[in-house]
């Protein structure tokens, strides 16, 4: 079964294509023309164990917004694809992820109900042409599309570099985790039968 996705976004703002092999290594380029977020996308496939190559080109002059959401939005696309009807995988993930004085917890459900809750005290600011206030746009977008119950805590931190990354990380182990085929699984983890709608 071959979980992969490709998802192209064209817009007034963005223009994003993005493909994703859920059982990957992590490999691709990750260009997005916002270098912090290249590489919060680079740690995503490489802690998720996903291939995701992204491409970018958007309107930076006005700021970082809409591309860091636009990305968010097609990468959720490539997840709810790549899942397909779900049957066999995990469905849930947790992880905790320290990142020096930073701590951050996901839990995750591959649900089909979108949510998300994040909770963090991120100081103001930007890091590498990716303004801080972003990360909660860039999950609750993610969440939305992927259609995934996303809890995402950032615990602990004064280093917004580390405090994001920490967030990432977790989000990346936690749906490692969920995506994960289980071989006892015979269908779809779900009493209704559906994890789609």
């Not at 079964?1 to 994003?16: D, L, Q």
């Not at 905790?96 to 963090?120: H, K, N």
């Not at 005290?121 to 939305?144: I, K, V, Y």
């Not at 990432?168 to 994960?180: G, H, M, P, S, Y």
Request: proline share 3%; charged share 20%.
């Amino acid at each position: 079964m071959s979980r992969t996705a490709t998802i192209e976004r064209v817009t007034g703002e963005t223009n994003v294509r993005l493909s994703l092999a859920l059982d990957g290594t992590g490999a691709g380029e990750r260009a997005t023309g916002i270098g912090f977020l290249d590489h919060m996308l680079d740690l995503l496939a490489r802690h998720g164990r996903m291939d995701l190559e992204v491409n970018v080109s958007g309107d930076l002059e006005t700021g970082s917004h809409h591309t860091a959401e636009d990305t968010a939005i097609v990468l959720g696309q490539a997840l709810n694809e790549a899942l397909g009807d779900r049957a066999g995988i995990t469905r849930y993930g947790s992880a905790v992820v320290p990142m020096d004085e930073a701590r951050a917890a996901c839990a995750i459900d591959i649900s089909g109900r979108p949510y998300t809750r994040f909770e963090a005290d991120l100081p103001p600011g930007s890091t590498g042409g990716f303004e801080h206030e972003l990360t909660e746009e860039f999950f609750r977008a993610l969440a939305n599309t992927a259609k995934i119950t996303l809890h995402l805590q950032i615990e602990a931190g004064t280093n917004a570099h580390h405090m994001i990354e920490a967030a990432f990380k977790a989000l990346a182990r936690a749906l490692r985790q969920a995506v994960t085929i289980d071989p006892a699984e015979v269908g779809v983890p779900s009493t209704k039968g559906t994890l789609t709608a």
